[in-house]
């Protein structure tokens, strides 16, 4: 694009800070709350995950939209290069935006993808100043606004995200041996990928669903946006499940849901981890992963009930990164171990499910 | 485990080479910093002298021997240490460590392999090894069948399918080798390639696919993390050494991206490496299919440069991790709050451009492939690719402006230039570009990925909108700054919109810095901090862009910063030792508790660590960058001395704008510098030069001839091809130089030199203050001059010259000193003939030989140099250098191994990579520890000489005659042959390599008959005879020692016929 034709916008932030830049994708304005995300690849897989709704997403990495967009093709009744079925963030803040993109698996350019959703991108911003600020006052409410347009803020945090991208209907997946009941609360498709690829069927049920009646060998906890506390019919639903000897598994949020059907409490980082190089330790090991991670609420470690214990811990700042309980086949983590986008170190936690559900008699069904 | 290790030996790299250069430098530097860090006493093996590692406070004891078996071995013996590092001294501490290994000399002395187990190293140094290892976790690697028929080759691409690539086995340089796309293609190029060999290697053809490297950490813990990602610019078929390289990869998904990753981790684990290692991939670039190229299993160049993208110290951490250290136990030395067991997340992008310099080489070939030539590196970071890209392509130092903007480059055949890349490919981009290539004409030709090619055709189109204005009130601020985010410095700038020329566009381009300045248009200091701002970190590793709004640091303004101007790229007659210098200077800085502040962009080496200098600016070194950074730290003061002459040749124009330069008036660099004001002063000091004169005409050139006689240097101001000075002995070779390799005219002067035959050269470092002289150091060369003094072996003391020459030229030294009042380091060459003493030049700044002659005299005259720059106290050393009872040899390391069809002969202009310096109680000692170290090998069998004109014939005799003595069968061309048995020595004719007659030279070496190979060219001239050019090469090529300066060959013979290699002493340094 030349450079004359371009459309400027203004980010500002509930401090008062104001970023100028430029637009690419929809020019309508957006609000929602600032957060920055340090992964260097990846933003297709970003853009459509769930836990970012609600969000403005700045991207650290500066040069953004180089391998264009994929299209939505389809296995397995999946979007192949998707996370979901669109994009989730509010808008999307990069230093510098690639108009042209070069992939084979691309169909059209970032801005066109953005276009479609009616999500706006700016950039031209400085994306490193932006996070240092971010950082040091916490996550903050902002709005985008193109000339000429004006907006309100938003606070995604006062509303329950969870039941906007929840499915609203039952949905089966796949056709293998045990059967998993997914509860959705944003699920990210590699999880649904992850699962099918070890001879499952997959029961996927909206957040607040009674999945009491189900028949199933593992319950299985997704990511989703937002505070937990605000899914209260899950967390009820999954305290009942705390008695059952079926095994559960929680990533993300369904960590979060777990710690606080057990008992235990959950607060709100400063500014949250969201990146592709965070580094987690297991417990009790010389053991260490990098890990993704998209989270700006965490399980508060010294408020584990009995039973309960860390599985994981952070290296950089001693955070929660997942619990276990010390009898029962129950565990989860803080980080992503599906990846997409991220590293895939922890993909064998997926084979840990497996073998809770065979150890605790298999496939019932 | 790290408990009972107290005392490691680190083997060092020796003298920088093609493909073995500054990098091994920083690894192991970084390496002893580990180790000493944990109480353990460090021992070193590195001859190259010039090294920050071989200095005090580094290593505990520092031998300056070959790393070759049996000399590690006897300072194993010696030293018994209790563990050894193998994988910080490149592919020779590598295959030293191995050899050991098999040996048994490890086991013998009790010696444990710290880190990746020699087993591993070796899967990953045999080719079917490796393979069958990846197989092992089915993993792939390119697949290939040998053959040896037609037949065969034609049911093996059936297998393969085509295109398929072909090899001959065992030839050099690529001989037979060839893409084939069908059946008849094959036949014959198959039909080809045996006429070379016996066996030909059918390959799949990954033409095309993109090459991406990942760097790799593993501890004993098996925890895995891949440190940094890059992608080559260039597509498979180019070394990654010869490609333009960024980082992190541009063009990768998440799902490529962390497929290759996970594959890098399975691999690292099921080869068993503790440390580091680099796993090289080519990517389908039209799917996810991949083939594993090659698995580094040491620190190599790519995880120096991935150190200095990412700010992750590689090298520092595989050290600990060798030592038994999990990643998760140690620290990320750039936050220092959080751990290193972590992978950085960059927030800029980094653009790694190689440095050719065929230029200095004979008959080399320009075209780039799958060896490398390029003799250094840059690394550029910004903020978009255009920044990076244009940033860097100043930053190589070959005269251009950026991507675009540059003038004198005109290609003949733009096709082929782009579909047959040479060193100028960029270039050629370039102008395919304003030629109205599309991006996909460029593409089929180069198939580097459109990605990179729209960037650059971005760069285009910035460059025609800026032609559409022609004042900078004109130009909108909204453009000004968008050429400034895409890397367009005021120069180019100055070039575009005010139309500037020559001489103007200095002028014009501080015009453009005035008016951008006025506009507020700056750059901004952003930090390099390994996690992308998201934790905050106190680190000092900086660069400059436009893309931002504000600075990461805030300056103090106390007037304690002192700036050092680092070398740049390694090049052929700048490489470690301005590197060495530049550290001594920012320690000194640092030792008075003032602030160092270092400028560099060169990725191989330790002064742009930035553990070195309170500030690092991984920056330019252009007048623009430097003028930007004085301006945010207005500094105390700056020193230009220390980094050769990229930063000598910016004092005046600093000097103009104010800037606070420390040490000798920028004045008098400038009556140095310029030949006109230089030889007036010697005129008016009575000190004698060689007689020259700047011509503008072959008239003028003939006359001035007539006066002084041949031969005559020729040094044009415009190259065509080829060197950019020249020896020549008579009108016919003057004619062809002139018409062939240079130009003269009125714009393009030459300046002829009259040439000094016979005359030794002797070069003197000294330091001064306010003119006077403070410390001093004369050497000698072994070859009379003629040969460049860069590749020259140097002598340190001198051991052959006159008292009365030493009196004269102390005597010159102190009047040039006082004359350009001189304060800091300066170099001086003479030539001496009897007592009569030329200058021949005269550098007002650290040499070359400036560590060499600190370390054998145990003075640092950098650091006093600096002292005296400073202005701080400073003790005028006392004792003097005749008072050495041991001698120091710095001896040159060539690369022409690496240069397919280069003439290994040595002329007026510089053609070494690197250097030695060894100490011996003798000369003869020094000398051979310091050829053993650059590849020479003492022969056992046979010598071949071909003695050259009179003079060395007669140079050669006595020397000749020891080797008969002492049994050595002796081979001559028929003139030698004469020569010889003239004098009484029996020798055997060898047949030119045109003569059909055995035994024939060329023959004589293919079949290793002979293990030295003497070859002294007839004239100075570069128009050699076919015949010793083929001997040279063979020599060259089948890896025979080769000399070819008599005077050497001599010193050479004389040395190893009086000094056996086991009665060679063993010594450390401290213990001369």
């Known amino acids: ?365 | 485990m790290k408990d009972d290790i107290k005392k490691v030996l680190l083997l060092g790299s020796g003298a920088l080479k093609i493909g073995e250069a500054g990098e091994f430098d920083y690894s192991g530097s970084q390496a002893l910093k580990a180790l000493r860090e944990e109480g353990i006493y460090t021992v070193l093996i590195n001859p190259n002298i010039a090294t920050v590692q071989t200095s005090e406070k580094i290593a505990d004891k520092i031998y300056f021997l070959p790393v070759t078996p049996k000399f590690v071995e006897r300072v194993i013996e010696r030293e018994k240490p209790d563990g050894i590092l193998l994988s910080f001294g490149g592919q020779t501490a590598l295959n030293c460590g191995t050899a050991l290994f098999r040996t048994g000399v490890f086991e013998k002395f009790a010696v444990r392999v710290l880190g990746t187990p020699v087993e591993a190293i070796m899967n990953t140094e045999d080719r079917e090894l490796f393979v069958k290892k990846l197989d092992e976790i089915s993993v792939k690697t390119p697949r290939s069948v040998a053959v040896t028929s037609v037949e065969d080759a034609l049911s093996a691409a059936g297998q393969l399918g085509f295109p398929i690539i072909i090899r001959a086995a065992y030839t050099l340089g690529g001989q037979g080798s060839g893409f084939c796309s069908n059946t008849d293609e094959l036949r014959t190029m198959a039909a080809r390639a045996f006429s070379y060999s016996d066996q030909i290697l059918v390959e799949e053809s990954l033409k095309g696919w993109k090459e991406v490297e990942y760097e790799v950490v593993r501890d004993r813990f098996d925890n895995c993390i891949t440190v940094c990602n890059m992608e080559n610019f260039d597509p498979l078929g180019i070394h990654t050494g010869e490609s333009i390289v960024v980082a992190p990869s541009q063009t990768l998904t998440n799902s490529e991206y962390h497929k290759l990753r996970e594959l890098s981790i399975k691999i690292i684990r099921h080869i068993g490496i503790i440390g580091e290692c680099n796993v090289q991939y080519a990517l389908d670039p039209g799917s996810e299919d991949y083939r594993v190229i090659e698995v580094n299993a040491r620190l190599s160049r790519s995880s120096a440069l991935a150190s200095k993208a990412t700010g992750y110290p590689l090298a520092f951490v595989a050290a600990k991790l060798a030592l038994g250290y999990g990643l998760h136990q140690l620290k990320n030395s750039v936050t220092r709050s959080t751990t290193a067991c972590f992978e950085p997340a960059l927030d800029y992008i980094v653009c790694k451009i190689p440095r050719w310099d065929l230029n200095k080489f004979q008959g080399v070939a320009h075209e780039i492939g799958s060896s490398m030539k390029s003799v250094g590196e840059i690394m550029a970071i910004g903020r978009t690719f255009e920044e990076a890209i244009q940033k860097g392509l100043r930053m190589i130092g070959l005269g251009m402006h950026g991507f675009v903007s540059n003038r004198n480059l005109s290609f003949n055949d733009i096709e082929k230039e782009l579909s047959q890349p040479t060193d100028m490919r960029i270039f050629s981009i370039a102008e395919a570009l304003e030629k109205g290539f599309d991006v996909d004409r460029i593409w089929e030709l180069t198939r580097i990925d459109r990605w990179f090619l729209y960037k650059l055709q971005n760069i285009s189109h910035i460059k025609k909108e800026l032609e559409k204005y022609d004042s900078m009130e004109s130009l909108p601020d909204r453009e000004l700054l968008h050429a400034k985010i895409n890397g367009f410095s005021d120069f180019q700038i100055a070039r575009h919109v005010l139309k500037s020329e020559n001489r103007a566009i200095n002028e014009a381009m501080l015009s453009v810095r005035r008016h951008r300045r006025s506009r507020g248009i700056v750059p901004y200091v952003k930090q390099i901090d390994t996690l992308a701002a998201e934790y905050p970190a106190m680190t000092n590793y900086l660069y400059l862009t436009y893309s931002g709004m504000e600075h990461d640091i805030w300056y103090e303004n106390d007037k304690r910063s002192v700036i050092v101007l680092g070398s740049g790229a390694y090049r052929i007659g700048s490489s470690v030792e301005f590197d060495w210098c530049s550290v001594n200077a920012i320690n000194t800085i640092r030792k008075e508790g003032l602030r160092g502040v270092m400028i560099n962009y060169n990725p191989e080496t330790v002064s742009t660590d930035y553990d070195m200098c309170d500030r690092l600016y991984f920056d330019e070194l252009s007048f623009e960058r430097v003028m930007d950074i004085i301006d945010l730290e207005t500094p105390r003061g700056v020193i230009l001395a220390m980094g050769g002459q990229i930063p000598n040749n910016l004092a005046m124009r600093l000097h103009r704008q104010g800037v606070p330069i420390l040490g000798t008036p920028p004045e008098s660099i400038d009556r140095a510098e310029d030949r006109h004001k230089f030889s007036s002063m010697c005129d008016a000091l009575d000190i004698d030069q060689p007689r020259w004169k700047e011509l503008r005409s072959f008239e003028e050139i003939n006359k001035f001839i007539e006066d002084i006689g041949f031969p005559v240097l020729i040094r044009p101001s415009y190259v065509l091809s080829g060197a950019a000075m020249n020896v020549v002995s008579n009108s016919t070779e003057l004619v062809h130089f002139l018409e062939l390799a240079a130009s003269v005219s009125k714009e393009h002067p030459v300046v002829v030199s009259e040439f000094i035959e016979y005359a030794k050269e002797i070069e003197i470092d000294a330091v001064a203050s306010g003119g006077d002289i403070v410390a001093y150091a004369i050497s000698e060369h072994v070859e009379y001059a003629g040969v460049h003094s860069g590749d020259a072996t140097i002598v340190f003391p001198p051991q052959k010259i006159y008292f009365e020459t030493v009196r004269r030229i102390k005597r010159i030294t102190r009047e040039i000193a006082r004359e350009l009042n001189i304060s800091g380091p300066f170099n001086i060459q003479f030539l001496a003939r009897e007592n009569d003493i030329k200058v021949i030049e005269c550098n007002l700044r650290a040499s070359r030989s400036m560590p060499f002659v600190s370390k054998v005299l145990k003075t640092n005259l950098i650091e006093l140099a600096t002292r005296v720059m400073l202005g701080v106290q400073w003790e005028k050393p006392h004792k003097s250098v005749f008072d050495l009872d041991y001698v120091g040899v710095k001896a040159s390391q060539f690369s022409f191994s690496r240069l397919a069809k280069a003439d290994p002969v040595l002329g007026v202009d510089m053609a070494s990579t690197g250097e030695v310096g060894c100490i011996g109680d003798s000369f003869h000692e020094a000398l051979l520890k310091a050829m053993y170290s650059v590849g020479y090998r003492m022969p056992v069998k046979a010598v071949l000489i071909s003695s050259g004109p009179a003079k060395s014939k007669a140079d050669l005799l006595e020397a000749v005659r020891l080797l008969e003595k002492r049994g050595y069968k002796i081979f001559a061309t028929r003139g030698t042959q004469q020569f010889l048995s003239n004098a009484g020595i029996a020798a055997k004719v060898a047949h030119w390599p045109d003569e059909a007659a055995s035994p024939n030279t060329v023959e004589l070496i293919k079949l290793r008959v002979v293990d030295l190979v003497i070859n002294i060219p007839k004239d100075l001239s570069a128009t050699e005879l076919s015949n010793d050019y083929q001997i040279r090469r063979s020599a060259v090529d089948y890896n025979i020692p080769l000399i070819t300066n008599a005077r050497l060959a001599s010193a050479f013979i004389n040395a190893f016929c009086s000094v056996p290699e086991s009665e060679m002493e063993i010594k450390a340094w401290d213990e001369y």
């Not at chain 1, 853009?47 to 650290?60: K, M, V």
């Not at chain 1, 950082?135 to 995604?156: H, I, N, S, W």
């Not at chain 1, 045990?178 to 509860?183: E, K, Q």
């Not at chain 1, 505070?227 to 009942?240: E, F, G, H, L, V």
Request: glycine share 10%; with cysteine.
């Open chain 1, 1 to 365: 694009m030349r450079n004359n034709d371009r459309l400027s916008v203004r980010l500002t932030l509930e401090d008062g800070t104001v970023y100028r830049g430029w637009s690419f994708g929809a020019p309508v304005a957006a609000a929602g709350e600032v957060v920055f995300n340090t992964a260097m690849t990846g933003y297709p897989e970003s853009l459509t995950d769930p836990s970012y709704r609600g969000q403005i997403l700045c991207l650290t990495y500066p040069l953004v939209g180089n391998y264009g967009a994929p299209g939505k093709s389809e296995q397995d009744d999946l979007y192949m290069f998707y996370e979901s079925s669109g994009v989730h963030i509010s808008a999307l803040i990069v230093s510098d935006y690639s108009f042209e993109f070069s992939h084979w698996n691309a169909i059209e350019s970032l801005d066109e993808w953005l276009r479609r959703s009616n999500v706006p991108g700016i950039f031209g911003i400085d994306t490193r100043a932006l996070t240092k600020r971010i950082r040091e006052k916490g996550a903050m409410l902002g709005k985008v606004e193109p000339e000429g347009m004006t907006t309100d803020f938003y606070d995604p945090n006062k509303v329950n995200l969870v039941a906007e991208v929840s499915t609203s209907a039952r949905k089966v997946y796949g056709n293998g041996k045990y059967r998993i009941l997914l509860v959705d609360c944003g699920v990210k498709f590699n999880i649904i990928r992850n699962l099918l690829k070890r001879d499952t069927t997959i029961i996927r049920v909206p957040w607040d669903y009674d999945y009491s009646v189900e028949e199933y060998d593992g319950l299985f906890l997704t990511n989703g946006p937002g505070d937990p506390k605000m899914c209260r019919a899950a967390i009820d639903n999954i305290r009942k499940s705390l008695d059952d000897d079926r095994p559960i598994f929680g990533i993300c949020l369904g960590n979060q849901l777990m710690a606080l059907a057990a008992g235990a409490d959950t607060y709100k980082l400063r500014y949250g981890h969201r990146s592709h190089n965070q580094p987690v330790q297991m417990v009790g090991t010389d053991r260490a992963y990098i890990t993704s991670q998209n989270h700006g609420f965490a399980v508060n470690n010294n408020t584990l009930p009995a039973g309960w214990v860390p599985l994981f811990v952070n290296v950089n700042d001693n955070t929660n990164e997942g619990m276990k309980h010390v009898s029962r086949p129950f565990f989860s983590t803080q980080f992503h171990p599906e990846a997409s986008g991220g590293p895939t170190d922890t993909d064998f936690l997926f084979d840990l499910f497996i073998e809770n559900i065979e150890r605790a008699g298999g496939s019932r069904h």
